[in-house]
């Protein structure tokens, strides 16, 4: 089944204690991104890759890295986790850019940082 | 910066009824425009998806149109069902990002 995978899909976690949220996709699609969301400012996207060892930053990156070092994989790095990324993430990748193609979502990761 | 809003933020209708979604948005240089349904607790499911170059799009009972030049895109649902209680986002997309409208959360009343 054509699917973007993410673990875990919950953790809750202390500050300052370093996670990364994986993220696989199996359709060999080349563009990748990750979003949060969280009520009342809905989903923002935080970094997004048109391919590999190719990464850019979305509209709020900071406190988060990523790589890309393969194609079907897409891992989240929060170093130092601080309580307001407490939050709802998504990892999602479409085919080629996502200019001309539908996006698929993965099921979410909830994250708790105490 | 690109704005996108929905409004409603909520909205309750009987079943069987035809309704129209909203979304505008403040740059009109984009690459597409996509409706995603987001049930609770679950992930997005992409609806349609309308390129820039194209009016309009439509899947089974939904119909996408897009006005590049007013901004605006319209959802319409005909004849609605319970199981198209969800929350509806729309999403446009330039140079590889995408910027996401906070969603109407439509209920249909049995």
């Known amino acids: 089944e054509a699917q973007v995978t993410q673990n875990p899909r919950y953790l809750i976690t202390v500050t300052g204690k370093k996670l990364t949220v994986t993220c696989s996709q199996n359709m060999n699609h080349e563009y990748m991104s990750w979003y949060r969301q969280d009520p009342g400012l809905g989903l923002r996207q935080i970094y997004y890759s048109m391919n590999v060892e190719v990464t850019d930053k979305g509209d709020v990156p900071e406190g988060y890295k990523v790589s890309r070092k393969e194609k079907r994989n897409f891992p989240l790095i929060l170093e130092s986790p601080s309580p307001n990324q407490t939050s709802l993430y998504f990892c999602a990748s479409s085919p080629v850019g996502a200019g001309a193609n539908v996006l698929t979502f993965g099921a979410g990761s909830r994250l708790t940082v105490l | 910066k690109q704005e996108v809003t929905q409004i409603p933020a909520a909205l309750s209708v009987p079943e069987g009824e035809n309704l129209v979604l909203n979304c505008s948005f403040t740059?009109?240089?984009?690459?597409?425009l996509q409706w995603f349904r987001q049930d609770p607790g679950k992930g997005l499911t992409s609806l349609l998806l309308i390129q820039s170059s194209q009016r309009e799009q439509t899947s089974g009972r939904l119909n996408a149109s897009l006005d590049k030049s007013s901004g605006r895109s319209t959802l319409y649902i005909a004849a609605s069902q319970p199981g198209d209680s969800a929350t509806y986002l729309c999403?446009?997309?330039?140079?590889?990002?995408?910027?996401f409208g906070k969603g109407t959360r439509l209920h249909i009343l049995p």
């Open positions: 999403a446009v997309n330039r140079d590889d990002k995408i910027i």
């Open positions: 740059d009109s240089a984009i690459y597409n």
